[in-house]
């Protein structure tokens, strides 16, 4: 962890994660990922009726090794009455192919003609290129500009809202979305196997912040105390939770909304 606060050593720290985790917390940029189990594992539909669970398949184009999507070529079918517009943006007047992703996927605007955006020309051959105004990865977000953001557009250091220097000297973070690792967000709690794994919701403590605070040893009760609410969970001390940072592995609903349940409420509202 040392050398990651080196800047002679580590000029640029990129994170690639899916977790808020003690080498992130000194990245210059953190990308989110997804976890491999959120792409391949099981899940249940608790959303439904039904008692059944799914499997997320994993996208076939990379397992099969078909290359990047961004860098194929765009088949001739679809090349009809092409307009090269700026940034060799490339349009067509040629129908989308069937496709058999049936969610809806964003797509950048059409020409002053109504072509699609089909690709982006690249020494000469029109390339399928990212779905953005000109087709190349872009770091400017127009978005962000036009929601009045401007200063934002490029990417660049933010201090949150957690941010060591707005936080009080009695503070710490609590990490509400945490959960351990055998449970992929809400929609894996009804895997009974799971459940059997990892059935309790312990607090992650730092041994320096467990020796400040008098937490003796792990399975301790500790009483977790925020500006809506408190909730009591066991003690874990660990090293893997950064100092200062409390992940909780409890429900989003408990993480959210920890606060005293009022009468009539589901318990899975309460502390």
Same mark, same amino acid.
């Given at each position: 962890m040392e050398v990651l606060t080196d800047e002679d050593k580590v000029g640029c720290f990129v994170a690639l994660t899916p977790t808020w985790n @003690?080498?992130?917390?000194?990245a210059d940029y953190v990308l989110p990922v997804g976890h491999a189990s959120e792409r391949h594992d099981t899940h249940s539909y608790e959303q439904y009726d039904g008692q059944w669970i799914g499997f997320r398949q994993p996208v076939l184009r990379a397992a099969r090794g078909q290359g990047a999507v961004f860098d194929q070529a765009v088949a001739a079918a679809e090349l009809d009455d092409v307009?090269?517009?700026a940034f060799g943006r490339v349009y067509t007047a040629a129908l989308a192919p069937d496709s058999v992703n049936v969610v809806p996927q964003g797509a950048p605007e059409p020409d002053e003609h109504g072509r699609r955006a089909?690709?982006?020309?690249? %020494?000469?051959?029109v390339r399928r290129g990212f779905p953005t105004p000109s087709?190349?990865?872009e770091f400017w977000s127009s978005t962000l500009a036009a929601w009045g953001w401007? @200063?934002?557009a490029l990417p660049g250091y933010i201090r949150s809202h957690v941010h060591p220097a707005a936080m009080a000297p009695d503070q710490m973070v609590l990490l509400s979305t945490f959960r351990l690792p055998t449970q992929i967000h809400t929609r894996s709690a009804n895997s009974k196997w799971l459940d059997a794994l990892a059935h309790t919701n312990p607090v992650w403590i730092h041994p320096a912040d467990a020796a400040r605070l008098g937490v003796t040893g &792990?399975? %301790?009760l500790v009483r977790v105390t925020t500006e809506i609410g408190y909730f009591v969970a066991k003690a874990w001390i660990t090293e893997g939770s950064v100092r200062a940072w409390s992940?909780?592995?409890? &429900?989003w609903a408990a993480g959210s909304c920890a606060r005293t349940p009022r009468a009539g409420e589901p318990w899975?509202?309460?502390p």
């Amino acid at each position: 962890m040392e050398v990651l606060t080196d800047e002679d050593k580590v000029g640029c720290f990129v994170a690639l994660t899916p977790t808020w985790n @003690e080498s992130a917390y000194y990245a210059d940029y953190v990308l989110p990922v997804g976890h491999a189990s959120e792409r391949h594992d099981t899940h249940s539909y608790e959303q439904y009726d039904g008692q059944w669970i799914g499997f997320r398949q994993p996208v076939l184009r990379a397992a099969r090794g078909q290359g990047a999507v961004f860098d194929q070529a765009v088949a001739a079918a679809e090349l009809d009455d092409v307009n090269v517009g700026a940034f060799g943006r490339v349009y067509t007047a040629a129908l989308a192919p069937d496709s058999v992703n049936v969610v809806p996927q964003g797509a950048p605007e059409p020409d002053e003609h109504g072509r699609r955006a089909v690709g982006v020309m690249v %020494d000469g051959v029109v390339r399928r290129g990212f779905p953005t105004p000109s087709g190349r990865l872009e770091f400017w977000s127009s978005t962000l500009a036009a929601w009045g953001w401007p @200063e934002h557009a490029l990417p660049g250091y933010i201090r949150s809202h957690v941010h060591p220097a707005a936080m009080a000297p009695d503070q710490m973070v609590l990490l509400s979305t945490f959960r351990l690792p055998t449970q992929i967000h809400t929609r894996s709690a009804n895997s009974k196997w799971l459940d059997a794994l990892a059935h309790t919701n312990p607090v992650w403590i730092h041994p320096a912040d467990a020796a400040r605070l008098g937490v003796t040893g &792990t399975g %301790d009760l500790v009483r977790v105390t925020t500006e809506i609410g408190y909730f009591v969970a066991k003690a874990w001390i660990t090293e893997g939770s950064v100092r200062a940072w409390s992940p909780a592995a409890i &429900t989003w609903a408990a993480g959210s909304c920890a606060r005293t349940p009022r009468a009539g409420e589901p318990w899975a509202w309460g502390p």
